[in-house]
């Protein structure tokens, strides 16, 4: 089991890191592991190198934990590598492909991976075929997971069933049970990461603001489901303005439903998108064109209507300026690139400060786009000066009201 608040069980098949940025500085792994390694265990007696690693804490890998999660028979959140970086360069190509193998014949767990090497996650699960029949991301990664399972590799991952290969080969893609995510502590490096991991298939993605050193605005990357905050908009439409990109038919048609003589307002209709789980407002996006087994695909910039059907200002069509549509995304298209958003405040010794504003801000820009947000902890600095009940700021109970939230992304994609 784990006492990390977002999950239930950690997986270690590799162990050891380097410091790569001002989130490292005072990582909580590399001082777990000398003190492991003066304890004589076994996964840590690798040291590494002094100026950005330290005892114990030089990058190995444990073939022989590649199995573990086959015999866990009960579901469970596995948070992949606390105490690594799964995306290590000293982490072989292949040894990343047995990890993703097992985590594809381990389909009952949801599978948490969490980097700050964000090119080399790119490179490895994006990587394309060019050969004619279409651009397939990941085809040599894949590749890779069914060889190293493959009975006729003489390196094959230990303790595999003797159908593994066949099973590893017929999993979807990316594989619905694994999540990826980027460490994010500051703006410098939400524009460096957040953009790759974007770039990256993945089920569902997710970004851990933890330690958060620093204000950071998710926006860019999680467009808002409306116009404006719920509680911003107006409620009436003679106070509401529409941007200019919206035809006067599709305004008339919208205001038709949700107007004065319906008992509707902007708030309303602009609620509606949330609790629908609409796409972003004027996200541009393929969709079906009307119902039935195989509609006509369109583009176009998104307009909610109601119900579950939605309306699109068509950009290769002036003379039809909306067509109605379902919430199915076509042509690997997704209205929200991010799926969960995590924060928390440093703690330890040497913990550096954190501002509940930074987290709230965060938890803004999450939730205008509809995103889930999960708050971990306000660190020890504030928990000290604030007088908390828990020493890291883990008490939800402690903190102000708007910011006791810990939600789990409720749906898993599987298109890129």
């Known amino acids: 089991m784990s006492n990390i608040e977002w999950t239930e069980q950690t997986w270690n098949p590799t162990t050891g890191c380097d410091r790569v940025s001002p989130g490292c500085d005072n ?23 002094p100026r950005t690693s330290g005892p114990g804490f030089g990058l190995a890998m444990h073939a022989e934990t590649l199995a573990d999660p086959l015999s866990w028979k009960k579901p469970r959140r596995v948070f992949v590598n606390s105490m690594s970086d799964l995306f290590h360069a000293k982490v072989t190509d292949e040894f990343i492909a047995g990890v993703f193998a097992v985590m594809a014949l381990t389909p009952q767990h949801t599978f948490q991976i969490l980097t700050k090497r964000h090119g080399r996650l790119r490179s490895l699960l994006a990587d394309e075929c060019k050969c004619g029949n279409g651009h397939v991301p990941g085809v040599h990664f894949r590749s890779a997971m069914a060889w190293a399972v493959s009975k006729a590799n003489p390196n094959r991952v230990p303790g595999m069933p003797d159908d593994a290969e066949q099973r590893v080969y017929a999993a979807a893609w990316p594989l619905p049970n694994v999540w990826l995510g980027v460490s994010v502590e500051d703006q410098k490096h939400a524009d460096l990461r957040i953009p790759a991991l974007i770039d990256t298939p993945a089920a569902v993605r997710f970004l851990s603001c933890e330690p958060l050193l620093g204000p950071v605005d998710l926006s860019p990357w999680m467009p808002s489901i409306s116009p404006l905050p719920v509680h911003e908009a107006p409620r009436s439409w003679a106070e509401w303005a529409w941007p200019e ?33 609409a796409p972003a407002f004027g996200a541009t996006l393929y969709m079906d064109d009307g119902f039935g087994r195989n509609p006509r695909q ?31 995304y076509k042509g690997g298209q997704r209205s ?46 504030w928990a000290r000066e604030n007088g908390a009940s828990d020493k890291k700021g883990g008490a939800p109970e402690d903190w102000p009201a708007e910011l006791r939230v810990r939600e789990y992304p409720t749906a898993t994609h599987t298109t890129p």
């Open 336 to 381: 929200q690139p991010l799926d969960w958003v995590i924060v928390g405040g440093e703690s330890g010794p040497g913990a550096r400060p954190f501002e509940p504003k930074w987290a709230e801000a965060a938890a803004t820009d999450a939730r205008n786009a509809g995103v889930a947000t999960f708050v971990k902890q306000l660190g020890s600095v």
């Open 27 to 49: 990582c909580y792994a590399l001082t777990m592991a000398k003190r492991l390694k003066g304890m004589g265990s076994a996964k840590y007696q690798t040291d590494g190198d």
């Open 245 to 277: 990109w919206v035809p006067v038919e599709v305004r008339e048609a919208i205001e038709g439903f949700w107007g004065a003589d319906q008992g509707r307002s902007p708030r309303d209709w602009m609620r509606d998108m949330h609790q629908q789980g």
């Open 298 to 328: 369109i583009v176009g910039r998104y307009v909610h209507a109601w119900n579950n059907i939605g309306r699109l200002v068509l950009a290769d069509d002036p003379n039809r300026t909306f067509a109605y549509t379902s919430f199915g």
